[in-house]
């Protein structure tokens, strides 16, 4: 009986909590805000360095049309 009670007390502490039990974000509305646009920020500045890394931000040397590549 006393197993049963703790397996349903435990099953209606999991199920009202939502989310991680350690919260990512502060209370705080303020600074919650303040770190999610940091965070935002963050994973903006990924793609940017991933382009970086991989040389893909470096200007192109193709022409803008196309060219049939024979005599004129």
Known sequence: MRKSVWLVCAAALLATNTGCLIPMYSGDPVRR?????YTSEDLRA????????WFLDQPSHMTPWRTHGGIL
Request: proline residues 0%; glycine residues 0%.
């Open 33 to 37: 805000a303040q770190q999610l646009i």
């Open 46 to 53: 990924i793609t940017d360095e991933w382009e970086r890394i």
